[in-house]
């Protein structure tokens, strides 16, 4: 069978009835934007004001049984060829649907407008995501509605954890290839993987959502970003399995403020260097956030065998944690690969942290020998070990400690533990 991408692209000179057949051989329904007939015209409103179409005038039932993955396409059409700004409106209800894939570009601004719940189908993914966005600018998202993504009938199934190789589970929602970009208000429970994926996107908006999923629920990151440049990320709560915002390859200019982390992995750049040939990372700043429970803290990873890249102007700032475990982490031996990373990691500012930590080892800076992290700075952290006092102390050797190695780190301010030995 041909790809589900190849064929998306020889959607745009085909008819309705060709678009519907293909979503039906593969699975998924695939709403074009530069498909030329939509099932109906729109007429203009007088003044340009926005126009409004709902899903179930076009056969969306929503009880939670009936597949409406056909009116959610028609209704894409319907606004992505709309000359005027236009929304389409998912009503309050349960509507079962997916995979979708909104494709442009579209004629006008498009809002995706969720009251009700979105739930996702068990299994049919052909590409790996559910609710996908792509080649279309000047998109909002906006709720209060969910999204279900029912990850809960394939986590036992998921094994991936730290392996180079994997084929995840579908993400919820992924953008790509999108420049201004707006999401607010929504949910988002129970993804089969990453909640929301942000590859290629530009100028982007994210405040008040709320993505949960159970502390065991394998590889449910909340946010993941990739090659994603001017981010903001705010006012939002992140309860996940993984990582609750993770940053990663050639993603610059991101900025996320008060976010609640936990449970979950920790607000993360990384993991890097993953993949050959990865573009750079600079400019990300993390700043009044509050973390709770989660397995990390503030973690930079990389893995070990990686290509050259860089990774600087990091930032976590004015940051409240609550029993979390490894506070402050640089993870250079991420993976399970083996090898040296040649990620090289410089001019870091950790500053102002406080709370609680379980961990003895409050700042740990595991850095390669092939580049050694440049320009570290621990700046006024005080956690309050609230852990385990038995066993082995920690790597200082005192009950608390911080452990340094290939880094150049400075430490300065008010300090719960004992420095790094110079």
Sequence with gaps: MASARSLVAKANNTNVGSLILMTLVLGS????????????????VAGGAPTVFDITKNGAVGNGAT??????LNTWLQVCASPVPATLLVPKGEFLAGPVIFAGPCKSKVTVEVQGTITAPPTGYPTPEWFLF?????VVLTG???????GEAVWKADGCGQQAECNLPPTSLKFRNILNLDISGISSVNAKAFHMFLVKTTNVKISNIKLTAPAESPNTDGIHLSNAVNVHIVDSVVATGDDCISVGRGSTNVTVERVMCGPGHGLSVGSLGKYPNEENVAGIHFKNCTMKDTDNGLRIKSWGG????????????DITMTNVKNPIIIDQNYGTRGGDSKVAISNVLFKNVKGTTISKDEVQIMCSKAVPCKGVNVVDVELNFVGDKGGHPSASGGLVGSLCTNANVVFGGKLSFPMCPK
Aim: one cysteine or more.
């Design 134 to 138: 792509e080649h279309v600018d000047n």
């Design 144 to 150: 209060p509605g969910t999204f279900h993504g029912k």
């Design 29 to 44: 329904c695939v709403a074009n934007g530069e498909y030329p007939g939509a099932r109906r015209g729109l007429t203009a």
């Design 306 to 317: 990686s290509s050259p890249s860089t990774a600087v102007d990091i930032t976590y700032e």
């Design 67 to 72: 597949d409406s993955c056909k009116a959610f």
